[in-house]
């Protein structure tokens, strides 16, 4: 919302020497987010004046089309004669009124007026057009051409307001009330502690039988139609200029006259309007839900397909408009255009105006569904004051009456449903034990009161909630309201006192302890959103009926495409990946840690949990049972080099080897024995894909996959060849492990060595054989690493070498040859035995 301060004063008298920046600082403290103040005519200086035009002359010879003017600007050039200028805009004649900036005058942007030779004549001065002076779009793109009741040299830059400050106010959703002058000049006066003039306090007319016909078939998607009927207008009527100004300075474009005035007091009181020309309208205005598939055609042009959810305002042809959201092209006011036999100028001459409130929730809805969000959608979606609908319809008709010369009709139509002012109770103390602050009665009473609410009671209050606050809902909201007015600044800061225990859970720790071991292993954490849509299982080629599929679908989804919630962390991860590779990185290795959401068979029903209290275990049980499965991954892609070329050697490609050690990784930080064969799986490599398994209370479980992906899901997904990936589940992980990890002890003593290579079938895992190998070896073996896998026709079809590097070593002793080479035989038989190795050689 931008406010501009010479406006904001018309309803609170702020002391004369007060500035936007003094302002800001008071909105701030009482709770709104004022981005920025905005210095319009930062720089500007005169002379700047109203001139007319006496001479035009056409130059030819240019690849634009050039003109002569002379311009009256009375005695602003000193001498009171006609200034000589050159123009290229066309769109003034001689004898109209326009804007001049003489010799010696600085524009905004620091741009310095001087007479100067262009085009073969001497120019002194400009005809401005509004971009050149700061004032934004007016709708015409060209010289501004004033009324003509304005005299030639009087001072424009008072004239059009050009000098202001504005304050561009981000309004949070639940502070609908101050997309509005009103609204934020009742902040302003309650943090200056003066008097408000409510513009909304004007007498109304009371509703009787005489009105334009309305007929409303959802009162809860509309409880509040009031229509109002101004006939008699000028089609020639043009805004006047300080209601152009204070359009464009609140970032809306000017239009026509009508259209203005329902955006003017749409700013003004936030009720948003609309003006149907009544001579387009059939019969009776209505509201109702639209059929589904119904079509109408809004403002903008555009055909619309209309959702059974949406709200429509009708006539008796249909649709004439997608209510608080846009108006529709069949009833919309007419531009003035002379009749080109008369020469009489045609538009429209009589209006229907619309005062209405709708369902916050079906305009946001509909708003969001046909991807049209207007200033009135944005408006009656967070909120508006179904009391101000009377307000804003006398005010736009008193302005029609004012400015365009029309009569209003003394018909008078305002349908309304039943309703009861919302009341809340509250304990007088609540703010004081929410905030830790003694406020007092005193205070709470003043500061509800000054919000707008009405207060009875002593020690239990009822607090009736004004009708432009309906985010006021609960006591917490109250005392929301008391806190913030006597200031966030003077809560005390006190540094909150735990009790012992609350630390980090184990799982906190864990999740820790994963992130900073695998950035330590070379891995680039990547946060992404938990969405994704469905079509990426046919991506990464998952089985149909494969569990991953099943997912949460959202209600009210960011996007579109991304519907539900992911099962899996890979595709957001590998949308990293390409991104990144698309932009120059192509080495790359990303991780991820987050939760996944599996869909269950029954949801539960939510419930909504206290906030003045610690819930219940049986409470946070129930809402636990409502919600999906959402257990904790850990996943890794990398594409490139994992190692660079230098100095020290070749360049190595990151491999389904380093996807593997990744898992391995983690399982150490969990102190967890992690088993890794062979498998395959959705969009692994066959051949180059292992399992991941733990056992969990004696039961073997697969808790994730790593390796290198298959080159289909390489070109659907458009990643680099080769791209490798690694997911497990941290949560089974965490389950699998054992002891927390304790610091290696350091024996003093030294280490022995043995090497051994085994000839097995090709079909034997190294992981099996490993197993086996540390088994038999015994408590002696400190370490077991395989550092070669050879096959070949020295061994046999079918068949692998697999050559370990034993170390053996002893805390207590040294231990001699036959030890360490006993400890290997027992080792190898042991091997023998259970996978049918013979020591290679043998």
């Known amino acids: 919302m931008r406010v501009p301060l010479s406006w904001l004063r018309e309803y609170v008298d702020l002391p004369a020497g007060e500035t936007g920046r003094d302002v800001q600082a008071k909105l701030i403290d009482a709770g709104l987010e004022v981005e920025r103040v905005e210095q319009l005519g930062a720089g500007l200086k005169g002379p700047l004046v ?65 007479s100067r030779k262009t085009y073969g004549r001497t120019s002194h001065g400009m005809i401005c057009s509004g971009d050149e002076l700061g004032m934004g779009d007016d709708g015409t793109g060209g010289i501004i051409v004033l009324p003509p009741e304005y005299e030639v040299g009087t001072d424009a830059i008072e004239l059009l307001e050009l000098v202001d400050e504005v304050l561009d106010i ?68 043009h805004s006047p200029i300080w209601l152009r100004r204070r359009l464009q300075k609140a970032g809306m474009r000017p239009i026509s006259l009508a259209v203005d005035i329902t955006n003017y007091v749409m700013l003004e009181l936030g009720q948003p309007l609309h003006a149907y020309d009544r001579s ?53 006011i007419a531009d003035a255009v002379p009749d080109p036999e008369t020469g009489q100028v045609q538009g429209t001459t009589e209006v229907v105006i619309e005062a209405a409130h709708f369902d916050p929730i079906a305009i946001s809805r509909s708003a969001r569904r046909h991807k049209l969000s207007s200033e009135a959608s944005k408006r009656f979606e967070r909120g508006v004051d179904p009391q101000a609908a009377a307000a804003a319809a006398q005010r736009t008709v008193d302005l029609l009456v004012l400015l365009a010369g029309g009569t209003a009709e003394a018909g008078v139509t305002e349908l309304t449903a039943p309703a009861a002012p919302r009341t809340i109770a509250m304990r007088t103390d609540h703010p004081d034990r929410v905030a830790g602050v003694a406020y007092g009665r005193e205070t709470v009473v003043r500061r509800l009161q000054e919000v707008g609410c009405d207060v009875y009671g002593q020690d239990e209050l009822v607090i009736t909630v004004p009708s432009w606050r309906p985010d006021l809902c609960e006591p917490n909201d109250l005392a929301e309201e008391v806190i913030r007015l006597e200031g966030y600044a003077n809560l005390p800061s006190t540094l909150p006192q735990p009790p012992s225990g609350r630390g980090l859970t184990e799982r906190q720790r864990l999740h820790r302890r994963v992130g900073r071991a695998l950035a330590a292993t070379g891995y680039v954490e990547a946060l ?56 120059g990185s192509h080495d790359l290795a990303l991780f991820e840690t987050g939760l996944v959401f599996l869909a269950g068979d029954q949801p539960g029903a939510a419930v909504r949990l206290p906030v003045d209290r610690r819930p219940t275990a049986e409470e946070i049980a129930t809402l636990d049972a409502a919600l999906p499965a959402q257990p904790r991954h850990a996943a890794v892609v990398l594409a490139g080099a994992r190692e660079q070329a230098g100095w020290w050697g070749a360049q190595r490609p990151g491999s389904w080897a380093d996807a593997i ?8 930080e969990a102190g967890a024995e992690l088993v890794v064969r062979q498998g395959q799986y959705g969009p692994w490599h066959p051949g180059r894909c292992a399992e991941l398994v733990v056992h969990v209370e004696g039961v073997e479980e697969v808790i994730g996959h790593a390796g290198e992906l298959h080159p289909r899901v390489v070109k659907a997904l458009h990643l680099p060849a080769r791209t490798c990936a690694m997911e497990l589940d941290l949560d089974r992980l965490q389950a699998a492990g054992g002891e927390p990890v304790q610091a290696p ?92 190795a013979v020591l290679r050689g043998a």
Not at 293 to 318: N, P, Y
């Open 50 to 114: 109203v001139g007319q035009v006496l001479t035009i002359e056409e130059l030819e010879g240019f690849r634009k089309p050039i003109r002569f003017c002379t311009v009256d600007v009375g005695q602003a050039g000193g001498t009171g004669e006609p200034q000589e200028i050159v123009c290229g805009a066309r769109n003034f004649t001689v004898g109209d009124k326009v804007v001049v900036v003489l010799p010696g005058a600085v524009l905004p942007g620091d741009f310095a007026i001087a």
């Open 170 to 237: 981000a309004v949070t959703p639940d502070r609908g009330y101050c997309l509005s002058m009103r609204g934020v000049a009742r902040e302003t006066a309650t943090a200056y502690g003066l008097p408000l003039r409510d513009p909304a306090l004007l007498d109304v007319p009371p509703p009787n039988s005489y009105g334009y016909p309305v007929q409303v078939a959802d009162m809860a998607g509309c409880d509040r139609f009031t229509a109002r009927t101004v006939t008699g207008l000028d089609p020639e009527a």
């Open 280 to 332: 387009r309208v059939d019969g009776p205005i209505g509201v109702r839900r639209a059929e589904q598939g119904e079509k109408f055609t809004t403002l903008d042009g555009v055909k619309r397909v209309l959702d059974a959810e949406d709200l429509v305002i009708t006539d008796s042809r249909g649709p004439i408009g997608l209510a608080g959201v846009m108006g529709g092209a069949n009833t919309e």
């Open 528 to 583: 992404s959103y938990p969405f994704l849509g469905e079509q990426v299982f046919d991506q990464l080629q998952l089985p149909a009926q494969d569990a991953a599929r099943r997912v949460v679908r959202l209600v009210n989804p960011l996007s579109d495409e991304e519907p539900a919630l992911r099962t899996t962390l890979l595709p957001n991860l590998l949308q990293a990946l390409r991104r990144n590779d698309s932009r």
């Open 661 to 668: 050690e990744s898992a391995r990784v983690l399982a150490r």
């Open 745 to 836: 002890r350091i024996s003093a003593f030294p280490v022995a060595t043995q090497d051994v290579a085994l000839v097995v079938d090709a079909a034997v895992p190294a992981s099996e054989v490993e197993a086996v190998l540390r088994e038999g070896a015994g408590e002696l073996l400190e370490s077991l690493r395989l550092f070669d896998v050879f096959t070949g026709e020295q061994i046999g079809a079918g068949k692998k070498s697999l050559a370990y590097a034993l170390r053996f070593r002893a805390a207590d002793r040294t231990l001699t040859v036959e030890e360490a080479t006993a400890a290997r035989d027992a080792a190898v038989a042991l091997a023998a035995e259970r996978t049918g």
